[in-house]
Nanobody, 115 residues
Framework: QVQLVESGGGLAQPGESLKLACSAS????????IRWYRQAPGNQRELVAG???????NYADFVKGRFTISRDNAKNTVYLQMNSLKPEDTAVYFC?????????WGQGTQVTVSS
């Protein structure tokens, strides 16, 4: 079955960096777009970045220039490099794949940016 597992979250100070990973299984990884979302307490889940199977990327305006999404199809893994972190980046970060059979989500990884 489809599984997505996020890792790499934690506590960072403003201006620091973290790198998240999303390991996938149960589908032909290289054929699908993978997206990162985040959800802060009291807020709706929002799209952060996405990458297609052919490595095209897109970003939400609030992370452009700071975050970089990438993928390694040999490892079935998508990464989110987060630089210049801000307190408002604090959220649970989820990766997801949207397939004809449904939407699949990981369990999320907490990112906290605080001094």
């Amino acid at each position: 079955q489809v599984q997505l597992v996020e890792s790499g979250g934690g506590l960072a100070q403003p201006g620091e960096s973290l790198k998240l990973a999303c390991s996938a299984s149960g589908f032909i990884f290289s054929l699908y777009d993978i997206r990162w979302y985040r959800q802060a307490p009291g807020n709706q889940r929002e799209l952060v970045a996405g990458i297609t199977g052919t490595f095209s990327t897109n970003y939400a305006d609030f992370v452009k220039g700071r975050f970089t999404i990438s993928r390694d199809n040999a490892k079935n893994t998508v990464y989110l490099q987060m630089n210049s972190l801000k307190p408002e980046d604090t959220a649970v970060y989820f990766c997801a794949v949207h397939r004809a059979s449904g939407d699949y989500w990981g369990q999320g990884t907490q990112v906290t940016v605080s001094s």
